[in-house]
């Protein structure tokens, strides 16, 4: 009954070699987000969808994009990753722009080398 | 800058205590407080949330009491259980749009 689903949940990749981590969601909402967590941090937003309009945040790196190509399916891209970046990168989504609950997925833990 | 202090960063209570965890916020443009609770290796689930109207909401074990004039609120888990032993975090939103701004998150270990 997963309703965020994220793949792969790990992800080794290696410095400077690009990587995408693709997220999904049953629940037919509107808004979709993405996140970036540390260790022992708590999420910090990257960027977020309602439908198709994208939002990013002011101190997002320009290092990392996000497509959106239908409801169902979000996907972040990490151009030229550095040891920096990695974290668990989790994805959420809410039904719109209130205060909906928001359905975090399990989350991908990426590794870079 | 912080908007929503959180305290404290780690707890350890023994199994039927009480934990509690504290929060403060600046920003009087918020009207919408939920808390978290993430387990190691998942993603957050949403516990309990609180709008600033009501003082105080109980669900189960878990209760929020919030103060609006001191712009403070808790959490308050009662009979704490060893599986209730996970990472904290509580988050204000304001009315405008759903973004959530985080404390920094209280690792909580149930001690049986």
């Known amino acids: 009954d997963a309703m965020v689903i994220q793949n792969p949940r790990y992800q080794v990749t290696q410095f400077g070699k690009p990587v995408t981590l693709s997220c999904s969601q049953t629940?037919?909402?509107?808004?979709m987000y993405w996140y970036q967590q540390k260790s022992s941090q708590a999420p910090k937003l990257l960027f977020h969808?309602?439908?198709?309009?994208?939002?990013n945040e002011a101190d997002t790196p320009d290092n990392f994009q996000s497509r959106r190509p239908n409801t169902s399916f979000c996907f972040l891209d990490i151009r030229s990753p550095g040891l920096g970046d990695a974290a668990m990168y989790l994805c959420?989504?809410?039904?719109?722009?209130?205060?909906?609950?928001?359905?975090f997925g399990p989350g991908t833990r990426l590794t870079v080398l | 800058q912080q908007q929503v202090k959180q305290s404290p960063q780690s707890l350890i209570v023994q199994k039927g205590g009480i934990s509690i965890i504290n929060c403060a916020y600046e920003n009087t443009a918020f009207d919408y407080f939920p808390w978290y609770q993430q387990f190691p290796g998942k993603g957050p689930a949403l516990l309990i949330a609180i709008r600033p109207d009501v003082s105080e909401k109980k669900e189960g074990r878990f209760t929020i009491s919030f103060n609006k004039s001191a712009k403070q609120f808790s959490l308050h888990i009662m009979d704490s259980q060893p599986g209730d032993s996970a990472t904290y975090f509580c988050a204000a939103v304001k009315a405008a749009g759903n973004k959530l701004t985080f404390g920094g998150g209280t690792r909580v270990l149930v001690k049986p």
């Open positions: 969808y309602y439908d198709k309009d994208f939002n």
């Open positions: 959420a989504t809410s039904r719109a722009y209130s205060t909906d609950t928001q359905y």
């Open positions: 629940l037919n909402h509107n808004v």
